[in-house]
C-alpha cells in the first residue's frame, strides 16, 4: 500500500483489499483516462484519473484488457503542482520494475539532485508510441503529499536584510553555475563562503535555535530518491476535503530553495495554525507533472 494514501484522506485503509476496492471504485467512476497503444509489446496501457477532493486524488495504470477492464499495475495518489512552473534542464529516467517515471535535475537553488516521481506519465508513453513527434518541454508543476507536518513562526527581516539575502543568493546561484562549469575561481569562493557560513552559524547555535538562524532547507530524507524533508515558507493556503472520507486537507503553497511546491497534508496531523508567511516543516513525497510538445517542425 503506498503510505501517501493517507496525505488525502484515506487513514483508515489498512490492508489490501480495501486498497483494491478503491482502486476498482477510481476504475469505474474515473474522470478521465490517457488510452495508449504500444505495438511493439501487443498491448494498450491507460492511465485513470479520479478527484476525491479540490487539488487532489488517486491515478491508477495498468494494461487494458479485450473486454475493457484494466488489469492494474500499479496507482498512486497526486496532488496537483503549484501554479507557477518550474523551468528545469531535467531528465526523465524510468523505474526499472514497473512503467513508472521520474524527473531528474540538477538545479543550483537546492543544492542536491532534484527527483520528482511524475504525474502525466500516461502523456509521456502517449508520446513515445505516437505516430507524430513529441517533446519534453522544460516546464514542471511540483507538487508534494506529506503524512503530518509542523507549522513554525516566520523569521522577522526588514526590506534591506530582504533584499541583502536576494543579492546574496543570485550570486551564490551563479557561483554555483560557474564551479559546475569547473571555475576554480567560483570553486574556491564557494570554499571560503562555506566555511564563514560554518563560523557564523557555529557561534549563533551556541545560544539560539538552529530553526531561527536557518530560514529554509531542502534535504534528502530517507531511502527513496524523490522523498525530501523541507523547511519553506507558506505564501497561499487553500481547505480542502476528501468527498468520501471527509476529511479536511490543507493544500499549501511553499517556497522552498527559491522552488515553489503545492503540499497537500491532513489538517488533524499539521501541528499549528498555517499562515502566509510562517514556514512548513514537514517529510515530504515529491511529485511533478511536466510540459510535452508537439513538435511543430
Given at each position: ?74 496507482y ?13 534542464d ?94 576554480m ?6 570554499t571560503?563562503?562555506?566555511m ?10 551556541k ?18 530518491s ?17 468527498f ?5 486537507i ?48
Amino acid at each position: 500500500m503506498n503510505v501517501f494514501i493517507k496525505s488525502i484522506g484515506f487513514e483508515h485503509i489498512k490492508n489490501k483489499k480495501e486498497t483494491d476496492e478503491l482502486i476498482q471504485w477510481v476504475i469505474e467512476n474515473q474522470d478521465k483516462k490517457t488510452v495508449i497503444p504500444v505495438p511493439i509489446a501487443d498491448t494498450t496501457y491507460v492511465q485513470v484519473w479520479k478527484k476525491l477532493g479540490e487539488g487532489f486524488g488517486l491515478s491508477v495504470i495498468g494494461e487494458l484488457k479485450e473486454d475493457k477492464t484494466v488489469n492494474v499495475e500499479y496507482y498512486f495518489p497526486y496532488v496537483e503542482g503549484a501554479n507557477e512552473a518550474e523551468n528545469l534542464d531535467f531528465q526523465v529516467e524510468k523505474h526499472f520494475s514497473k512503467e513508472a517515471y521520474s524527473g531528474v535535475c540538477e538545479t543550483v537553488n537546492v543544492g542536491v539532485s532534484l527527483i520528482f516521481y511524475l504525474q502525466n506519465i500516461g502523456d509521456l508513453i502517449y508520446g513515445d508510441y505516437s505516430k507524430e513527434y513529441y517533446v519534453l518541454g522544460n516546464k514542471v508543476h511540483l507538487g508534494a503529499l506529506a503524512s503530518n507536518g509542523s507549522i513554525l513562526l516566520e523569521l522577522k527581516k526588514d526590506e534591506e536584510q530582504v533584499r541583502r539575502e536576494e543579492v546574496s543568493n543570485r550570486k551564490r546561484n551563479q557561483l554555483l553555475q560557474a564551479a559546475r562549469e569547473g571555475d576554480m575561481k567560483a570553486i574556491e569562493s564557494l570554499t571560503l563562503d562555506d566555511m564563514d557560513t560554518y563560523t557564523q552559524i557555529t557561534q549563533r547555535a551556541k545560544s539560539e535555535d538552529i530553526l531561527s538562524i536557518v530560514d529554509t532547507y531542502f534535504m534528502p530524507y530517507g531511502i527513496e530518491s524523490d522523498q525530501y524533508e523541507i523547511l519553506g515558507t507558506i505564501y497561499d493556503i487553500k481547505e480542502s476535503e476528501n468527498f468520501l472520507t471527509k476529511e479536511k486537507i490543507y493544500l499549501l503553497s511553499v517556497l522552498c530553495n527559491q522552488i515553489h511546491i503545492q503540499v497537500a497534508i491532513p489538517k488533524k496531523h499539521l501541528m499549528g495554525e498555517p499562515k502566509n508567511g510562517r514556514r512548513l516543516k514537514a517529510k515530504i513525497w515529491l511529485q511533478g507533472q511536466v510540459e510535452i510538445l508537439k513538435w511543430k517542425g
